[in-house]
Structure formats: structure tokens, C-alpha cells
């Protein structure tokens, strides 16, 4: 047991909970601290610090079910709050499927190292993290003089918890991240003001790129719009770049969920083992990736994470299955959340993949939009770059893209071999043929 | 975490992610109907917040000490205790509620425009002082402003309710959800799942500032919807209808119970015959209500006046210019009665207004905070909001709409050659330099010779604010404030708000579809 204190209040809490007449709790406790900077015309806009608690309780009583949460830890309220929470449960209907997961689901084995706290972080002074923003903002004003503003920021945190389950589970997390970067406005004559932003997050403090690189990035991104205009509608082929591809992604990740099949709200029910996009992709969920933002052993119910294949060469091999859900379905519960999601990485970067494209368009982000689980239809907003003859002819905006996930991801004609490192979805740019693009 | 994506300025209907409940807050019990009647003695109610908080104004002007203490030249603090809460019908049952408790107080510092920011979850002299000489640390020097002596600043009560939520027990809610269950699956044989949520807030908040203003507010809301999936010939389509605002449970009466049974099943069923439009530009039309959106995001971001500031709005230069026909007019206004976007007080202290955004054509004012209006140096607008104790206030829209204008429904449909009549949304957002804006058209029509004709689904819309301002070619008198659960997220923070408009004509913008 690595923090007594916080491990002792869970168990009083989960004693308590059964003492109100709840028949299995599950408690989490977490603390956080959080610094962030922002800064800006060579001072400091912001400074903010921070460190907040929260307990939160999932009681179960007599098949009945309510989850509640609090950051008033002092224990008189937190009495009063728990007893409550077990009467108002009582209000609720009885339903079969509610209990705590299955101990067998629990995971064996979390003394792997999974790289994600770094024992450094105490040591950081608020001087470093101002000297580290200070100079983002100092390398992106320096890199163009059409700069209209640019802000540049730098935050740090650390989190911890506790989880205690009454039927026997105990699990503990702790890590860090830093995020820095900047954002940056540019001039474009009288037609706007376009802006772009490039942050890097890492586990590790030692581990972010230098702030010249950051600010440099960021007004990169920002002067690379200059220009931008609509193009006639048309069919496309479209590059994702790798930062913005989860969007897409998500499209399939979504409806894969036990909740959605059960609810009858998924284009994917019924199509396990069926072919639902490329031979290109091949979506896989790694909760052990070191120093990765969703790596973990166990997920919010206790369930032990597993690396697993979602899609294989195109073929749906798993839903993700929580417990109540998957109860609810009769099947067993594999963890409902995806965590550091990998792809099967092509062995083309982004240039070479642009530079073999006749007419398209790069898409560097998307703006608004949705997709709609239950039929697959989508449309987003678009940002992004003309493709003529294997290079960049001018900047894309105000544009949509529009399809049917049913059909869409087998439109999936090259996977880059470009991970984005800063996030826990590792998508790499993707390549789509005869996108349906919308504009003048 | 503060991530880069959360910056992106957006807005959603709905109450996904809201965590929520089933109890009397225990915090509450003490003393809820005089909590809730704010009406009455002032010095009476502001003595019952500092009873609340358990503070006094020694204790706050002690605080505010340590805040200045490194040459500050303004604070603020900012006392919240919120009880959310949330209960669930699906399958049938209603088998799932939810409840979250937030207590604490923000202490925010200024120096000029810049802002040093800390908040502690712990009401005490201890740790109280020591957030504030955290937050003090924006500055450099030592204090050279001392606070003043507080005085009550009374406001009017633009969300009156009958009933507080503290008062409601689970047990007179789950009937609700009960008969919308029962409404939806007799109203269409279709109709496969019903997901019924019932949602509501209290937060009480108690603000004192370095220059002597007290006040206090008493924030309620109610939120009750629908989500059902219907299935026919195999295609299955979903969507849903809620009502929402500042509100107690008597709002939910019989015929508004109703109403969000039958709108949710009606909204769902339509999607069977919708087809995608071609793609490109067209002419839309843009139904009375929530399509106020429009307007969320093709001006009111851009008004707010953090972006113009900074210079990276798009209207950073456009005040006491023309943006639009003269019979154009935009106003955030935050004093519409149980709107879910109304307030009472600013989250800075300072009283609520109609705020014109554009007046007759003409681009008259931004929505300021406390920090933009010095800069400007105008009068605050009362637009500085914040989504909790957590976190700094900024510019924000409140309820953001247009008045009527001189046509009709009918002459603007009939007008139409080849378009869209959006009528249904689920969300939109907006770059705030480049102008681009999107929103997403849950479900609408096509119009072809003056004439709606086919059913139309899922498609987003995008165009440039101040480009689309001067395409509004007609405006009509039927004007209509949305009341579904609007949220708005901007830098990480989310608020309630709401929107409304008349019919409105733009002549062209471009509709996401399919190419021929």
C-alpha cells in the first residue's frame, strides 16, 4: 500500500456504505494538483494552482443502483452523504444485472512498471515552468513578423487514487503529464485571421520537445492557412493528418461499445467477425504501452485491461464490454473503455503519401460536425491543404466532408507510418479514396 | 488537464456527461427555503451566505489581505456550493441515479490584465490564506491596495421558482419518467428503446471583491428529455427532445411531459424517409427556435471580447461598422425569464443586461468581463462567467438571439428555389480568427420551388461569421426561444446557455451531402 491515509479513508468509506444497509460498494478516491501558465506580449497572462479531491462511491443494494460523488471530504459530511446516498438508492428498481464485476475479472498481477509517474516532478519550480512558456512564446514571435498574437502555455500535473471494492478489489494509480505549447493568430490581409496551436504532452518532464521546436510548430501551422478558400464540391481523395485522425476513428470506436449493441444504437450490431473496413486497418488497444495517457492495469470498474485486437485486417474481432452491459447482453465483460489505441503503422510518411496523390485534400483538422452511432452518417467541417500533383497547392477551409461509417472506412487506402506521439489515440495520417467533399 | 483540444470553442444540446442525483443535500437541510428566497431582507439572506460558507467579512477582507499582498490591484473571491443530480429510465426501469457535490472558493488576483488563479476545496482561515497568497504571486511587488469594506449589491430575480430542488425528493421524479416511457412506446409501435433522464441543479454562490461589492446568488435547474431508437424494415434511427432552463419541477407539467414524449418519437420516426442533400452551396432557411445556434456561433464568439482583446477575432475591427441588413439586430441577454442561460449576477459581481450585439445592421458592442472592460475602458456588460469555483472568469454568451423582422415564414419559404430548412440541431463550433463556423443539422427539409419536399438528416453546415451576417436576407416575425439543454464549452469550461431566432433566410452557405 503506497498512500495509508487515502487507503484508509476508502476502507472507512466502503465499511460505512455496508453499514447503511448497502449491500457492495466500489470507492475511488483521487487527489490532484495541477499548475498551468499561459504567457503572452513577454509576461505572464495567467498563473493558476491547484489541488482538489473527489470520492466517489457506486453502491449496489439489493440490485439497486446509484453512483455518487464529492469533493467535501471531511468525514461528518461525508457520513451524511453516504447515508443518503444508500436511502436514496432504495427508490430505485431492482435490476438483476447490477453487482460489482465478477472477482475473477479483477487483474493479478500490476507490478509492472508502466513508465507513467515521473519521481521528478516534485522537484520542478514554478520559476522553471514560467522560463519554459517564456521561451515557447519567445520562439514563436521571433519565427514570422505577421504574427498577430500568440500565447504560449506550459502545465504540469499529478494525479492520484485509490479504488476499494467490497467484494475485494484494491488498485492504485499514480502518474503525471506536462503539456507545453503555444497558440498562434497570424495576418491574412482583410479575410481573417487564421490561427493554429501545437502542444506537446508527455508523461515525463524530460520527455518534452525543446520550446523552440513548440512555438516554431505553432506558428508553422498558423502561416500555413494564410490564403485559405473553399473549393468546388467534388470527390476527393483525403489525408488525414495524424493528430486529427481520431475524430474519424472514433466513428468506429463508439458504436463498439456493449451499451450501444444493447441499446440498439450501434451500425456495428451483429457485424463480430464481419468485414467492416480495409484490409488496412487494424485497430489495436494496448493498456501496457510505457509512458502512454491511457496506460493502466485496471479500468473504472476494476476490470483487468487487456491488449487486444479490436480490428483486424478490416474484421470487427471485439465489442467493449463492461460489466453491466455486458451482463445485460450475456456476455463477458472485457473492459467497456479503449485505452492507448495503436494502429497496424503503414511504412509511409505523411510527405510521401501527400506526394502521391493527384488531387486531394490534406485535412490538418476538423471543425464541428458529428456522426450518428445508430446509422453511421456523418459530416464534418474541414481545414486543410490542396493536393495537385503530389504537392500542397493552398490552403482548404470551409468545407465538409460527409459519408456512412458502414461503408466509409473501406474507402481506407493508406495507413502513414507517423504514430501521433501526444496522445493516447496513436493514430498515424490516414489515406480515404472518393471522399464526398462539399464546398463551392 | 488542461489539453489543446479543450480550447476549442463549441457548443452541444443534451445532458451527456452530466453527473448528477438522487438526495436531499445534507448541506442544504439546515436552512434550504431561506437559501431560496433571495427575495426579502438583503443583509438578512447575505448574512445566511456567510452562515453557509461559514465566513464573515473580517475573515474575507483578511483573505483579500494576503491576495494583495504582493501589489495586486484586484481580487476576488468566489464562494460555490453546488448539488447536482441525475436519474435514469432505460429498459424500462428507472434503475440508475447519480449525485455530485462541489464545495469551495476560488481566489483570483489581477494585475493589470494578468490573472493569478487558485481555488481550495477546504472553507477555512488556513487554507483560504494560503490559496490567496498563491494566487497573490502574479505579481511582484508589495500591496499597495487595500480592500474595501464590503456592501450588499442587490439584483432582481430572473428565475423564480415554486418549488426548490432541495425539496424534491427521488421518489416525486421517478413518475415522470414513468409516463414519458409509457407515452413513447404507445405513440409509435415503432419505437424500439426509450432512455428517459431527469437532471437538476442547485448552487448557491456568495462573490466579494477587493472594491467593496458583495453579492450572492440562488441558481436552480431542471432538465427533463428523451432519447428513443425506432426500428423499421430493419433501418434503425434515433433522437430525442428535452426541456430544460432555470427552472423548478412545476414547469414540468402535464402538457410539457407530454410534449417531450411526442416531440422525441415525431423527431425520430421523420429520419425513416430523410435523404442527404447534394453537396455545396445553397439558400437556408433556418427554422424559428434553436437555430439560434447560427448565431451562438457566427457572432457571439466572436463578440466576446477575451478574442478582441488579443486581436485574433475576426471582428477585432469591425465595431460601429455594418455587419448586416439594417434589419438585423443581436442581442445576448441574460435577464429572460427562467432561460436557461439567464443570470442573475455576473460571476464577477456585476448586475446582468440585454447586451446589443448588433443594432439595426450596425456592430455595437462586445460582451466584456472585468479585465476586457478596463482594457476597452466601457462599462462590464455582466458577461464574465465561469463554469465553477475552479475556474477563471471570461467573456461569455448567455441567451443569444435575433429579433423579428419584417417578413413571414411563408414568403420566405416560398422564396426559395433550390435549399434547406434546417430545423434540429446537436451542435456546433467555431475558429474565431478564420471566421469558420459549423453547426450539425440533426434533421430538416429539402425546399424546391417554395415547396418543402423530402425529409433530410445528419448534415453539418459551414460558413464565415461576418460572410453570413451579410447573406441574411430575410427575417421574420415569428420569433422563438430555444428551451432545449444547451451547454457551451470554451477554453475548457462549460456553461448553460441559450439562443433563439425567427425564421431567417441566408442566401447561401455550404450544406455537407453527396455529389451527383
Known amino acids: 500500500m503506497k498512500n495509508k491515509s487515502k487507503a484508509d479513508l476508502a476502507q472507512w468509506a466502503m465499511e460505512y456504505t455496508i453499514k447503511c444497509g448497502a449491500d457492495e460498494v466500489a470507492v475511488s478516491l483521487s487527489n490532484s494538483r495541477e499548475i498551468e501558465i499561459e504567457f503572452r506580449e513577454q509576461k505572464l497572462e495567467k498563473v493558476k494552482e491547484s489541488t482538489q479531491n473527489a470520492l466517489s462511491l457506486n453502491i449496489y443494494t439489493q440490485k439497486r443502483f446509484s453512483s455518487h460523488s464529492t469533493n467535501d471530504l471531511r468525514k461528518d459530511a461525508l457520513k451524511s452523504f453516504i447515508e443518503e446516498a444508500v436511502a436514496s438508492t432504495k427508490y430505485l428498481t431492482a435490476d438483476e444485472f447490477r453487482t460489482l464485476p465478477d472477482p475473477k475479472l479483477y487483474p493479478k498481477d500490476m507490478e509492472k512498471d508502466l513508465h507513467i509517474f515521473d519521481n521528478g516532478y516534485d522537484k520542478i519550480e514554478s520559476p522553471d ?42 488498485g492504485e494509480s499514480r502518474s503525471t503529464s506536462f503539456w507545453a505549447g503555444a497558440e498562434a493568430t497570424v495576418k491574412d490581409g482583410d479575410s481573417g485571421r487564421p490561427a ?14 525543446s520550446p523552440a521546436a513548440l512555438g516554431q510548430e505553432a506558428v508553422k501551422r498558423a502561416l500555413r492557412k494564410v490564403g485559405q478558400r473553399k473549393i468546388n464540391s467534388g470527390r476527393y481523395t483525403m489525408i488525414v493528418e495524424n493528430r486529427s485522425a481520431a475524430r474519424l476513428l472514433n466513428m468506429l470506436i463508439s458504436p463498439m461499445s456493449a451499451r450501444s449493441i444493447q441499446q440498439k444504437r450501434s451500425f456495428l450490431d451483429g457485424m463480430l467477425d464481419q468485414k467492416i473496413a480495409s484490409d488496412k486497418l487494424t485497430i489495436i488497444d494496448d493498456p501496457f504501452v510505457e509512458k502512454g495517457f491511457s496506460s493502466r492495469f485496471f479500468d473504472s470498474e476494476g476490470i483487468a485491461t487487456r491488449h487486444r485486437v479490436i480490428i483486424e485486417k478490416g474484421v470487427l474481432r471485439q465489442y467493449l464490454i463492461d460489466n ?63 493536393i495537385e500533383n503530389g504537392t500542397l497547392v493552398h490552403a482548404v477551409n470551409e468545407m465538409n466532408i460527409s459519408g456512412n461509417g458502414k ?21 498515424a495520417s490516414l489515406q480515404f479514396d472518393d471522399v464526398e467533399f462539399s464546398g463551392l | 488537464m488542461s489539453h489543446p483540444i479543450s480550447r476549442r470553442e463549441f457548443i452541444r444540446k443534451g445532458s451527456k456527461g452530466m453527473i448528477a442525483t438522487a438526495l436531499i443535500p445534507y448541506f442544504f437541510k439546515a436552512d434550504p427555503i431561506h437559501a431560496f428566497t433571495i427575495a426579502g431582507d438583503g443583509a438578512q439572506n447575505l448574512q445566511h451566505y456567510y452562515n453557509h460558507f461559514g465566513v464573515d467579512e473580517k475573515l474575507i477582507r483578511q483573505v483579500m489581505d494576503e491576495a494583495l499582498s504582493r501589489g495586486g490591484d484586484y481580487c476576488d473571491l468566489y464562494f460555490e456550493h453546488k448539488v447536482s443530480q441525475h436519474i435514469g429510465l432505460e429498459d424500462n426501469d428507472v434503475n440508475r441515479a447519480y449525485s455530485n457535490v462541489d464545495f469551495g472558493v476560488g481566489i483570483r488576483v489581477l494585475k493589470g490584465d494578468q490573472t493569478g488563479y487558485s481555488f481550495t476545496e477546504e472553507i477555512t482561515p488556513k487554507a483560504m490564506k494560503q490559496a490567496a497568497r498563491t494566487a497573490a504571486n502574479i505579481a511582484n511587488g508589495s500591496a499597495n491596495v487595500t480592500p474595501q469594506e464590503l456592501k450588499l449589491r442587490e439584483h432582481p430575480n430572473y428565475y423564480p421558482i415554486k418549488t426548490p430542488w432541495e425539496m424534491v425528493k427521488i421518489d416525486a421524479k421517478i413518475p415522470y419518467l414513468q409516463t414519458i416511457n409509457s407515452r413513447v412506446f404507445e405513440l409509435d409501435p415503432r ?54 432552463g432555470r427552472r423548478g419541477i412545476e414547469f414540468f407539467t402535464p402538457e410539457n411531459v407530454e410534449r417531450i414524449a411526442t416531440e422525441s418519437v415525431t423527431r425520430t420516426v421523420a429520419l425513416f424517409d430523410a435523404v442527404k442533400p447534394e453537396a455545396g ?44 441588413e439594417k434589419f438585423v439586430t443581436i442581442v445576448d441577454d441574460g ?23 448588433v443594432n439595426n445592421g450596425i456592430l455595437e458592442s462586445y460582451l466584456h468581463d472585468r479585465i476586457s472592460s478596463q482594457y476597452y475602458n466601457v462599462a462590464p456588460t455582466g458577461s464574465g462567467r465561469r463554469q465553477s469555483f475552479r475556474h477563471v472568469p471570461m467573456p461569455r454568451m448567455r441567451n443569444t438571439y435575433m429579433l423579428p423582422g419584417p417578413h413571414t415564414r411563408d414568403e420566405i419559404i416560398k422564396s426559395v428555389k433550390n435549399g434547406l430548412l434546417a430545423e434540429d440541431f446537436t451542435n456546433g463550433q467555431v475558429a474565431i480568427g478564420a471566421g469558420d463556423f459549423t453547426f450539425y443539422v440533426k434533421s430538416g427539409y429539402l425546399i424546391q420551388n417554395g415547396e418543402l419536399t423530402k425529409p433530410v438528416k445528419d448534415v453539418n453546415i459551414i460558413g464565415n461569421g461576418p460572410q453570413v451576417l451579410k447573406d441574411i436576407v430575410m427575417v421574420a416575425n415569428d420569433f422563438e ?10 477554453n475548457g469550461q462549460s456553461v448553460p446557455v441559450s439562443m433563439g431566432l425567427p425564421t431567417v433566410k441566408v442566401s447561401k452557405i455550404t450544406v455537407g451531402g453527396v455529389n451527383s
Not at chain 1, 493554429?196 to 520537445?209: E, I, K, Q, T
Not at chain 2, 471580447?305 to 475591427?317: C, P, T, Y
Not at chain 2, 432561460?339 to 446582468?352: A, F, H, K, L, M
Request: proline share 3%; charged share 15%.
Open chain 1, 129 to 170: 515552468r514560467v522560463k519554459i512558456a517564456q521561451a515557447i512564446e519567445a520562439a514563436a514571435m521571433a519565427q514570422s513578423d505577421q504574427i498577430i498574437s500568440t500565447t504560449a502555455g506550459y502545465s504540469d500535473g499529478m494525479y492520484e487514487s485509490v479504488k476499494v471494492h467490497s467484494n475485494g478489489f484494491l
Open chain 1, 196 to 209: 493554429d496551436w501545437f502542444y506537446a504532452g508527455v508523461r515525463y518532464h524530460a520527455d518534452l520537445p
Open chain 1, 324 to 386: 453491466y452491459y455486458g451482463r445485460k447482453l450475456g456476455l463477458e465483460p472485457n473492459s467497456g473503455s479503449a485505452t492507448n489505441v495503436m494502429l497496424d503503422y503503414g511504412d509511409q510518411s505523411l510527405d510521401e503519401l501527400i506526394k502521391g496523390v493527384d488531387k486531394g485534400i490534406l485535412v490538418t483538422s476538423f471543425i464541428g460536425g458529428n456522426s450518428n452511432s445508430t446509422t453511421g452518417d456523418f459530416s464534418f467541417g474541414i481545414v486543410g491543404q490542396f
Open chain 1, 407 to 427: 461503408s466509409f472506412f473501406n474507402q481506407l487506402s493508406a495507413v502513414g507510418n507517423d504514430p501521433y506521439p501526444y496522445s493516447s489515440w496513436r493514430m
Open chain 2, 191 to 244: 419505437v424500439i428503446k426509450c432512455n428517459v433522464y431527469f437532471s437538476n441543479g442547485t448552487a448557491m454562490i456568495l462573490i466579494a471583491t477587493s472594491e467593496g461589492v458583495v453579492t450572492f446568488d440562488y441558481k436552480p435547474m431542471g432538465q427533463l428529455g428523451v432519447s428513443c431508437t425506432a426500428e423499421q424494415n430493419g433501418q434503425r434511427e434515433q433522437n430525442g427532445f428535452n426541456l430544460s
Open chain 2, 281 to 324: 452551396e445553397m439558400e437556408v432557411v433556418l427554422s424559428a427556435g434553436s437555430s439560434g445556434i447560427l448565431l451562438h456561433e457566427a457572432i457571439g464568439h466572436g463578440m466576446e471580447a477575451d478574442f478582441n482583446r488579443k486581436q485574433v477575432s475576426i471582428f477585432s475591427d469591425k465595431i460601429n461598422k455594418p455587419v448586416a
Open chain 2, 335 to 357: 435577464t429572460n425569464p427562467n432561460i436557461r442561460g439567464s443570470i442573475n449576477v455576473d460571476d464577477e459581481g456585476n448586475p446582468t443586461q440585454k447586451t446589443y450585439l
Open chain 2, 481 to 490: 426561444m430555444t428551451e432545449g439543454g444547451w451547454t457551451c464549452g470554451k
